[in-house]
């Protein structure tokens, strides 16, 4: 059985090297300016399928191929947007079927992008207990792998190619700010880097209702099952038990909580100023460095998708 | 008296390195299916300031400190947009006065960015006769030299460092595709491929209102002074006459009209699929090449600004 460690990292990244893109890091002067240092961002919102969640979800459709000798009998998921968006592209890569349990309310655009990719869609009610009921009966009857949105190992070790690449890119790198939803790629980034880079801090920022501080410490968590916030992609409320597991490893005294108005503002500055049309989850990132009272000398900024409707308005 | 050649181009080009951006080419799988063939973005909506203006407007400034013997005494123009800002920052580089005459309805937006680079605003009512008037005046008032937004010898040869980094980075290219206002970067794009490399063609892209090919064949114009498009950025009627001389040498054959529709389109295709956020103009050079019924194998799509307002939608 495959486990979570830097050197499945390693080999992950290996595995999936071609068929992700390695993703640029731009500067923005202007930006840099309004921050008062030199701001990096990882511009993953440039990789195939408009988001990181293509890294992981190639490198679990492989592994489970390579488990089963050659091909899997197909994967299936439940996702409101991104990760079905990429596990759908990634099983068509491999020619292998690809079910995903969406909510009735997913927006036309992202149902149609899972379709292009040959997905077939399943519809479960609106809250996160109904879609993963919807999930679970769909993989019972189809026979198909489960590839969970971010409490996967082949996941979780495929978006850790984020974090290598970065210490390529930005050598002189003092710090790293990602966003948290499930914690699939924040997770990745804070083993990879706590591990390879201790030097570099590994910034968490999750939009204020989240509360994973007191989670982590406490293990409680409130009744509902998400958050209300503009970033749709991190709604979740809990993370995954293998990501909250690395969290508490390396993570517990660099949570940051940014509130909707930092949200805001940091994606209106992204669009303006650096001219990429991310998504207002990308935007998180920023607003935890820009929110930072001693800003580090060379952060990297994870800019983690850019699949945001034509008609929204930050 | 500089005049406009491939030689003063070549110079033009030496005399802006290293102050602006060599701006990157990028590809878009997404896109290049929808259009059937390879298409190479050139960003120059990640040139300073936002679009390429930047580029005439510093040779522009850096031609008149030399004629001058050291520093000119200022520079005036008029503009709605992006060659006030474009000029703004240019005369800051040198550290010289810049006075910019803009509509009274100018959005504040863009008035802000002039302010940011110290320039110094006059207003104007909100006709081309206007702000032209305004100008003439302040100029006149001011003793600052001129430079003009498109019919301006530094401005065009400046602009056609945009056309040398093209042939360098897409040596493949078959054919270019530039929206035209004014005309100062279609006309030097025209210029320098035509002569440079006869082989590729230069499609010049005019949102159909505009009716460039009448003009330059009858030189008849309508009595209006602007016409009515989403591309904000060109909605001046005329082209410059220096710029008019070179499109009927040029272009008189490779002139594509786009109707607003098509704009919107390839302007939604730009944002959703390349994840640049571009302004409407830069959109109108995608809609010629998807127009067109024989498509170049590589086509060059100039993306020539990315400054819109946050709460623009196609």
């Known amino acids: 059985m495959v486990e979570i460690s830097i050197d499945e990292m390693e080999k992950a990244r290996k595995r999936i090297e071609g068929k992700v893109h390695r993703t640029p890091v731009i500067q923005c002067e202007a930006i840099n300016k309004i921050a008062g240092t030199t701001v990096h961002f990882k511009c993953d919102h440039l990789q195939k399928t408009g988001s990181f969640k293509s890294r992981g979800a190639i490198n679990a459709v492989l592994c489970l191929n390579k488990e089963k000798g050659d091909k899997c009998k197909g994967v299936v998921t439940y996702s409101g947007g991104n990760h079905g968006q990429a596990l759908a592209w990634a099983a068509l890569q491999c020619d292998i079927p690809c079910c995903v ?58 978006h850790a190619s984020c974090a290598a690449e970065i210490l390529e890119q930005v050598p002189e790198a003092d710090a790293v700010f990602v966003a948290v939803g499930g914690g699939g790629l924040a997770s990745a980034i804070a ?29 409680n968590l409130p009744d509902h099952d998400t958050i209300n916030t503009i970033a749709d992609g991190i709604r979740v409320l809990k993370v995954g038990d293998l990501c909250k597991e690395i969290f508490c490893k390396y993570s517990k005294e660099t949570i940051i909580s940014v509130t909707e108005d930092e949200i805001r503002k940091a994606l209106a500055l992204i669009w303006t100023r650096t001219k990429q049309r991310v998504e207002p989850t990308a935007a998180v990132s920023l607003a935890g460095l820009l929110k930072l009272e001693d800003k580090p000398k060379n952060p990297v900024v994870i800019l983690c998708g850019g699949n945001v409707d034509l008609s929204f308005v930050p």
Chains 1, 2 share one sequence.
């Open 101 to 158: 349990a969406v909510f009735s309310n997913t927006p036309q655009l992202k149902k149609d992008a899972m379709i292009g990719y040959k997905a077939e869609l399943v519809y479960s009610g609106n809250t996160l207990g109904e879609i993963e009921l919807k999930y679970q009966e769909t993989k019972a009857e189809l026979g198909y792998d489960a590839v969970e949105p971010f409490n996967d190992v082949g996941v979780i070790n495929g």
């Open 191 to 219: 083993m990879y880097v706590g591990e390879k880079r201790p030097d570099i801090k590994v910034y968490i920022v999750e939009p204020e209702a989240k509360q994973l501080k007191p989670y982590l410490e406490e293990g």
